[in-house]
């Protein structure tokens, strides 16, 4: 398969130590563009005259800006990424839940951010797709079509907003590839990964679909019912890093959950990445600083971490 | 009349919609200026369509386009010779990508169907050509014999001890149409469902064809979120109303038209009416118009027009909205009813 995803699956004991850079960022009326500069800058990524796919977590109408990735944080990493180096920085999603991709984006202002979108945003939901034999069977599926844009991209980025979720316990990078998922063959929602097993499914998708790197919205997040009827909850972080699980693992920590006894995360430790803090080199703030406790639905009461 | 309400409306949908001159459709508007030349660059060479030009072919954007170069005038009518041989080779390439159990899949490498099924029925139906009659009658079948499995008995078991089963608000004893197979129902692919068995050649299948058409309906009533509009299928979750969607309501509201009087029918256009110039996507306004106009509602003259909407992202390039926004700025007369 041609660009698929090249990263092996690496049992954890073997995969070099992770890094993840936790940054404070009060608003997203602040300048972000230097802060997401140079936070990418100190990964020294090997983005060069490579094409970049920022993926988003864009999951719904969103006037007030509380449930999707905010747009300033796509601008600055697009502007980022380009001053890096990078020969073209696209951006795209395939929400689940409602066809109409260009409300969505116009709903959270992502044009006013971004500039014109019709050459620069790909909706995943309706690209050209590629039939993929997945390397994993945590679930049933043994295949999925994945999007040509994603399956083609040299650099791909995980960009989801910090939120709990009410079936899978969080959602994060790991979780925000549900978007790459084409409902033009699934539908929306993208039921048949619901019946594989939301966990199950999610450690299949990353496990073909390997993110290179993964930005974290938390300058506010989402707590409760999420992840579209949660609360809004002021987090004030960005978090980086270049191994998704180890920054979904840092992620749940700052909101004061146990990584560990989130399902598809702590299996995805055994096989993506690390969720262990000892194989986690953590940079930038530290946890305790920043960390926000966030409510979940009492199905996931088991996931609070005691301070 | 249990679960309803005196109507809104002051004439039936068909009445009203009669009283529509034909020449307030389609004249030299946005739809003929952009969205013909689109669909007429982006055609393949294989007949079909897909969801951007140049790229690969796929049912449901070739439906989409067939089903909007058919509106112009009606399918039997189409002036341009060149649009008239168009949408032969687009109905040629829906008819040869139909699978041996009768279905049609989401893409030409797929060897299972889906819900596009219905959506070319419904199109192929709308052609009135009686060629077509042995892939309606296969798809029909298919159609009726694809059970959603959420309703399964083994389900409903399952259900008992699940929590997420308590979480959402919805009758399991219904039982829809899903997106694929082996999944669960949901708005849009029951109403295409309920679109397609509209077909004459419905009539055929008898009793499962009506009855899965009256499980379909009421699925969609139970499914219809709190004060009307429907969103992909979730009315309720963890005790929080779902927020109504423009597409799903239309699709829903399309597939539900014969029953103008239901307080249900009546609270979702009300629903549309009232968010129809809030709508910021072309994609969205053109369907919400296809809605009113298929009600015999006027579309208010202060509301944004489809060019405006286009020269935000030029609606991404989509095939599909293209096709929207003629169907939107045609007469629905010429291209909702099955055999029109």
Redesign the interface.
Known sequence: MANLRSHALIPSFQRPTSRVMIRAAASYEQELGTLIYESLADFALPVKDKVVLLKPNLV??DPLGVMNTHPAVIAATRESFLRLGAAQVLIGDGPA???????I???VRL?EFVG???RT?V?LN????E?VSLPTRASRLKEL?FPKTVLGADFFVSMPKLKTH??AGVTLSLKNLFGVVPG??????K??L??AGIDSAILDINAAVRPDFAIVDGIIGMEG?GPI?GTPKECGSLIFGDDPVAVDATCCRLMGLAPERIKYLASAGTMLGHVNTDKIQQVGEGIEGLRKDFAV?P?FARLRQAA | MNGRVAPALDIEPAEALASVPMDNFLENTFAEKVCIPLLRNAQNSDGGWGFHSGSQSRVEPTCWAVKALASREGPAKVSDSDDRSAMARGLEFLVSAQLADGSWSATPEEKTGCWVTSLVCWVLSGAGDGKFSKAIDGGLRWICDDWPRDSSWLQKWVRKFSASSRLTRQNPALRGWGWTPNTSSWTEPTAFALLALESPAATQLGRLAEKRKKLGEAVLYDRMCAGGGWNCGNPEVYGVAGEPLVIPTTWALLALRRYPERRENVESLVWMEKNFTKIQAPGSHAVAQICLAAHGRSRDGNTPKSDEFHAKNESLGSVQVASWTVLAESDPRSWLAAGA
């Open positions: 719904g109408l839940m409602d066809r109409d991709t260009e409300a984006i116009e709903s044009r014109p979108l019709a945003f909706d309706i690209d050209d797709v039939r079509y009410h079936w033009s063959c699934y539908g929306w929602p039921n048949v619901h019946w019912n009827q639905v199905e």
